[in-house]
């Protein structure tokens, strides 16, 4: 099995910036993709980037341009460096680790408690 957590949240202002980190533990060599996701106060569930267990990203259109998603050589952490932070960008941000089972039969999905990033002045 695969455990995720996540931290770096906290209250920023607009235009600032902040670093999401998930830590995997685990069967961490299984994982296959990393992605975060967000989840806003009006319960919109959101995908926001991925990272691949070969370094390939993609990003929401929403944040394209101003997150980057990024991993340890490890592979056991995975980033989120969010800039330029709006007040829409207000979520709780969760990180989704998609890894093999123990048999390769299928792939299931690992989830964290979020971590929450508030965006006000």
């Known amino acids: 099995q695969v455990q995720v957590t996540e931290s770096g949240g906290g209250l920023v202002q607009p235009g600032g ?3 999401l980190s ?3 533990s685990g069967s961490i060599a299984r994982i296959r993709a990393t992605n975060w996701y967000r ?14 267990n070969d370094g390939s990203v993609k990003y929401a259109d929403s944040v394209a341009g101003r997150f980057s ?3 340890d050589n490890a592979g056991s952490t995975v980033f989120l460096q969010t800039t330029s932070l709006k007040s829409e960008d207000t979520a709780r941000y969760y ?4 890894y093999w089972r ?8 690992a989830w964290g408690q979020g971590t929450l990033v508030t965006v006000s002045s």
């Open 17 to 19: 910036s902040l670093m």
């Open 22 to 24: 998930c830590i995997a």
């Open 39 to 52: 989840q806003t106060p009006t319960n919109q569930r959101e995908w926001v980037a991925v990272i691949t």
């Open 69 to 71: 998603i990024s991993k």
């Open 95 to 98: 990180c989704n680790a998609r």
């Open 102 to 109: 123990d048999d390769g039969s299928s792939l299931v999905d």
